[in-house]
């Protein structure tokens, strides 16, 4: 199984560049190779745009081999320029602990889960003490100006009106030097990231033939992207993030379904550990009845499961389910918001429950859902109106406490699709 890392990450469209290809496997025939991915804390949690390199860490395991996973504690300090347009804000040292903590569980909770030894390493343990004229000396003496010039993340950079800084210029020796140090501590040869990293992993790799005489790897996988070339994990909300405090279980497990075929597709390759041949069969009910939606599913079950575990993927299936007309019990007020985010709403006050209640009829013109009490009547008499998607036929009934789904909320639908989000306050 070792041996085969390569060609399984070549099959799924893992590769964008790679150093040798026949050096590469001949060092990874040997199992229990060690092999680093870098995160940078920028913020509390990894979004969707981590998803690959974790991914491929797990393919690692996966393949016999021990995945190292290095958390910028240092270099996040200063922010990768590779990729930006722009120098990245300055965190303070305490939101960085903050972040670097934060993100070591995440990644462990995703790469332990593999089974296979795991390395979660931070930077600032080795780099922390050590003086600026020691890594001008000890470092950046062996690195020549015209490689690092020569890096397409540099060049476009310097290209710009806003340019480089010489802070962000230097982050291409504290990684490099992270992968010299790497393959001293951990033996670790091979590299890899997304294909913006392309130029720190080859400085890391020329640093340690200049250091150490030794042949280091490097593999680039493409960026996430749609098929149109923006950026995958962007939504008109913001990022998708791992963390469910940040994007719940249910809207992260709706971004996957509302993927447009092309890219579900791709992704099922590069995110899941889905074999060709359902791949394929995957492919084939796509092209003969698109609506179906099943590549779709089968990618929002596989990454909701990794992220969020079982208890979030049967919470991102309720909530999915009620959406679609499940009847709403057990949820809070914060989760049906979650579900009923982009539905209509409207608030009232909690006294309209109180005594007789507030009529149907009047809450279904009041939150346009019919547009007169007559067209309400006729609409509760068909059995088309429900409340919390349960099925109200009666049309003198008066909503009431005992109506509420959560603590304030009810959920009104008339039809099959037409929603409105009920609330009422305490004034």
């Known amino acids: 199984m070792a041996g085969d890392l390569l060609s399984d990450f070549e099959s799924r469209?893992?590769?964008?560049?790679?150093?040798?290809?026949s050096a590469l496997r001949g060092w990874l025939s040997t199992a229990g190779?060690?092999?680093?991915?870098?995160?940078?804390?920028?913020?509390?949690?990894?979004?969707?745009?981590?998803?690959?390199?974790?991914?491929?860490?797990?393919?690692?395991?996966?393949a016999g081999h021990e995945p190292v996973a290095l958390v910028g504690g240092a270099?996040?300090?200063?922010?990768?320029?590779?990729?930006?347009?722009?120098?990245?804000?300055?965190?303070?040292?305490?939101?960085?602990?903050?972040?670097?903590?934060?993100?070591?569980?995440?990644?462990?909770?995703?790469l332990e889960s593999a089974g296979q030894r795991v390395h979660v390493v931070n930077n600032?343990?080795?780099?922390?003490?050590?003086?600026?004229?020691?890594?001008?000396?000890?470092?950046?003496?062996?690195?020549?100006?015209?490689?690092?010039?020569?890096?397409?993340?540099?060049?476009?950079?310097l290209e710009r009106d806003n340019?480089?800084?010489?802070?962000?210029?230097?982050?291409?020796?504290?990684?490099?030097?992270?992968?010299?140090?790497?393959?001293?501590a951990l033996d670790c040869r091979l590299q890899i990231g997304g294909s913006d990293q392309w130029g720190n992993i080859t400085a890391g790799i020329e640093l340690g033939r200049r250091l150490r005489s030794r042949e280091l790897h490097g593999i680039t996988c493409p960026l996430l992207t749609k098929s149109d070339g923006t950026k995958m994990g962007k939504t008109a909300s913001g990022a998708v993030w791992l963390d469910p405090k940040r994007t719940s279980p249910y809207r992260f497990y709706q971004y996957w379904i509302n993927l447009d075929d092309e890219d579900a597709g791709r992704c099922l390759r590069r995110l899941t550990a889905t074999a060709?041949?359902?791949?394929?069969?995957?492919?084939?009910?796509?092209?003969?009845?698109?609506?179906?939606?099943?590549?779709?599913?089968?990618?929002?079950?596989?990454?909701?499961?990794?992220?969020?575990?079982?208890?979030?993927?049967?919470?991102?299936?309720?909530?999915?389910?009620?959406?679609?007309?499940?009847?709403?019990?057990?949820?809070?007020?914060?989760?049906?918001?979650?579900?009923?985010?982009?539905?209509?709403?409207?608030?009232?006050?909690?006294?309209?429950?109180?005594?007789?209640?507030?009529?149907?009829i009047d809450a279904l013109v009041r939150t346009t859902?019919?547009?007169t009490n007559s067209k309400a009547r006729q609409t509760i008499q068909q059995g088309g109106a429900y409340v919390n998607n349960r099925r109200v036929t009666d049309v003198g009934h008066r909503l009431s406490a005992d109506d509420l789904a959560g603590g304030t909320t009810l959920v009104l639908r008339s039809g099959k699709k037409s929603y409105a989000v009920v609330?009422?306050?305490a004034n």
């Not at 913020?43 to 690959?52: E, F, K, N, Q, Y």
């Not at 340019?163 to 001293?184: I, R």
């Open 276 to 360: 060709s041949a359902e791949w394929e069969a995957l492919d084939a009910a796509r092209a003969s009845n698109p609506a179906a939606r099943e590549t779709q599913k089968r990618l929002a079950e596989e990454l909701t499961l990794l992220v969020h575990g079982n208890a979030g993927l049967e919470a991102a299936r309720q909530a999915t389910a009620i959406f679609f007309g499940a009847e709403i019990g057990g949820l809070d007020d914060a989760q049906l918001a979650e579900i009923f985010a982009d539905v209509p709403s409207c608030e009232f006050a909690r006294a309209m429950l109180d005594g007789d209640g507030l009529t149907l």
């Open 13 to 21: 469209g893992l590769v964008h560049q790679s150093t040798d290809a």
């Open 33 to 62: 190779r060690r092999v680093y991915a870098g995160f940078d804390p920028t913020a509390d949690s990894l979004h969707v745009g981590h998803l690959v390199a974790l991914v491929l860490l797990r393919r690692v395991a996966a």
């Open 124 to 157: 600032a343990e080795w780099m922390r003490g050590v003086g600026y004229l020691e890594f001008l000396r000890d470092v950046g003496k062996h690195v020549p100006l015209s490689q690092m010039l020569g890096k397409d993340s540099v060049k476009s950079r």
């Open 423 to 425: 609330r009422f306050t």
């Open 75 to 110: 270099t996040g300090m200063i922010g990768d320029p590779s990729g930006r347009s722009e120098e990245r804000n300055l965190l303070s040292p305490e939101a960085l602990a903050a972040n670097v903590a934060a993100v070591e569980r995440q990644i462990r909770g995703i």
């Open 369 to 371: 859902l019919a547009a």
């Open 163 to 184: 340019g480089l800084s010489y802070t962000e210029f230097s982050y291409m020796l504290l990684q490099a030097w992270d992968f010299v140090h790497l393959s001293d």
